[in-house]
């Protein structure tokens, strides 16, 4: 297997220095691997090209099923851990306002039912704050807004979800179900805090198109947006997720914007170098199947 990796590694840099460092082996060491290798097979694996090296015919053959071997054994343990191992300890989940609030408390109830052992403790915050979170360790999982795109990072999809326009129930366009943007002019606004996935959104999609607003505060929360919009403050743009009591009552009634669609995906992403701790693989097995069957705590996405 060390052999198979190092040969890899050789293809993927083709260089053999690179390799050396990227394997930490020096470079003979290197050298006499794929030298036994191509002793082995007796066949040449690699070409010369100035500096750097080349894969021969024979070469791809053996790298794509190199690649083969390295990912059934991968699969291998991890099913060996996942039988081995009884599923228990801590797990830090970090989550977004959205998700924190709205989707996954009725998950975390689903998944510690099936996992009584697991101790979970969740830390609601803006996406960056979560975010940065994360990327220093100090949480297993986060559940955000937007994907993680940094070098050790998995995000992946894990719900839709769609920003939707709040009035006032007395508001004079609180009977309609869309409106255009030009409808909004005169309008005051209560907006989300900087750091907001859902103001990050909002600002990406409507542009330029902002300065037009009257902006007339900042909330640190989606549900003090909620009770602001509620007494009257102002209109506001918030997740669907949030809006499950709108139009009930007294509470803030949902509208659409004529022509602009704001979706987002929210992501579940982790450290690469956390993937294989059994109770970070079991809640985000978990969470991928919630998404795949279409269900979350609130119902379906």
Not at 5 to 28: E, G, H, Y
Not at 281 to 286: A, N, T
Request: charged share 25%; with cysteine; aromatic share 6%.
């Amino acid at each position: 297997m060390d052999r198979f990796r190092t040969f890899i590694a050789v293809a993927d840099m083709k260089n053999f220095s690179k390799a050396a460092r990227a394997v930490n082996l020096t470079q003979p060491a290197v050298s006499k691997q794929i030298s036994s290798l191509e002793a082995e097979y007796q066949v040449a694996l690699f070409v010369r090209n100035g500096r750097n090296v080349e894969l021969t015919d024979a070469g791809k053959i053996l790298y794509r099923h190199a690649v083969e071997v390295l990912e059934a054994r991968e699969r291998m343990k991890k099913a060996l851990r996942m039988f081995s191992h009884k599923v228990r300890g801590t797990l830090l989940v970090g989550a977004s306002t959205i998700p924190g609030q709205y989707i996954l408390p009725a998950l975390l109830g689903k998944f510690i039912s099936s996992h009584p052992d697991v101790m979970i403790t969740v830390e609601i915050g803006d996406t960056r704050v979560i975010t940065d979170k994360l990327l220093s360790g100090v949480l297993d999982v986060a559940v955000v807004g937007a994907t993680i795109s940094e070098p050790g990072v998995v995000s992946e999809a894990f719900a839709e979800d769609e920003i939707v326009l709040i009035v006032p129930p007395t508001h004079r366009l609180a009977g309609r179900t869309e409106v255009s943007f030009d409808d909004l002019g005169n309008e005051r606004f209560v907006w989300r805090e900087k750091g907001s996935a859902t103001r990050e959104v909002v600002e990406k999609l409507l542009g330029s198109r902002l300065l037009q607003l009257n902006k007339v505060m900042e909330l640190g929360s989606t549900e003090a947006v909620l009770s602001a919009v509620q007494a009257d403050a102002g209109l506001a743009f918030v997740s669907r997720w949030a809006t499950a009591e709108c139009g009930r009552g007294t509470t803030a009634r949902v509208l659409r914007l004529k022509g602009i669609r704001m979706r987002r995906q929210l992501y579940i992403s982790y450290l690469r170098a956390r993937e294989y701790m059994v109770t970070v693989e079991v809640f985000v097995s978990f969470l991928r199947e919630a998404m795949e069957s279409g269900l979350t705590g609130s119902g379906l996405l």
